[in-house]
T-cell receptor
């Protein structure tokens, strides 16, 4: 079956540090890949997505590149802010269902 | 305002007492789904619906029922709740006929004693 593996958190960074959250997946076929973000007390929001190999999704300074050869979709941001503190979920869609990773909590300190 | 609403937001109940969590969206989306979120497990899909009167099981459907009589509503029914169904539940919807870009509700925190 399909699965998504994310690095365990929490990830604690100082403001303006570089962020990487690793995500790898297992899926049949050619899934679409997503990063969702969950701010405290809220539902999930789509952060970015990529639908085919070598696509780069980007939004709000975050980026992720769909790497088919390594089955990865790592999330990066060059300079994090305190307001980026949240839980980040990697997910894939290989049919009619989304499969999520376990989530990675990011804490950014001033 | 485009949104997905869920009610109630918080619920404490006892084992075996039937309950329904409502979900409604105002975006005319065809696809709707229910997830549960548990620490360390991420979100797991319970049921989804591709359109009115069409529902399918997700990864963890046991102990849950759903119905899709209208496009905008997708209630989640727990006929006989048990403590292992204590969780945070999210409803979501999307257009394009599948779970592409999903819009999530604010969540319902359920505690079963």
């Amino acid at each position: 079956g399909n699965s998504v593996t994310q690095m365990e958190g929490p990830v604690t960074l100082s403001e303006e540090a570089f962020l990487t959250i690793n995500c790898t997946y297992t899926a049949t076929g050619y899934p679409s890949l997503f990063w969702y973000v969950q701010y405290p007390g809220e539902g999930l929001q789509l952060l970015l997505k990529a639908t085919k190999a070598d696509d780069k999704g980007s939004n709000k300074g975050f980026e992720a590149t769909y790497r088919k050869e390594t089955t990865s979709f790592h999330l990066e941001k060059g300079s994090v802010q305190v307001s980026d503190s949240a839980v980040y979920f990697c997910a894939l869609n290989a049919g009619n269902m989304l499969t999520f990773g376990g989530g990675t909590r990011l804490m950014v300190k001033p | 305002e485009a949104q997905v609403t869920q009610n109630p937001r918080y619920l404490i109940t006892v084992t075996g007492k039937k309950l329904t969590v409502t979900c409604s969206q105002n975006m005319n989306h065809e696809y709707m789904s229910w997830y549960r979120q548990d620490p360390g497990l991420g979100l797991r899909q319970i049921y989804y619906s591709m359109n009115v009167e069409v529902t399918d099981k997700g990864d963890v459907p046991e102990g849950y029922k759903v119905s899709r009589k209208e496009k905008r509503n997708f209630p989640l029914i727990l006929e006989s709740p048990s403590p292992n169904q204590t969780s945070l539940y999210f409803c979501a919807s999307s257009d394009r006929g599948g779970p592409d870009t999903q819009y999530f509700g604010p969540g319902t925190r359920l505690t079963v004693l």
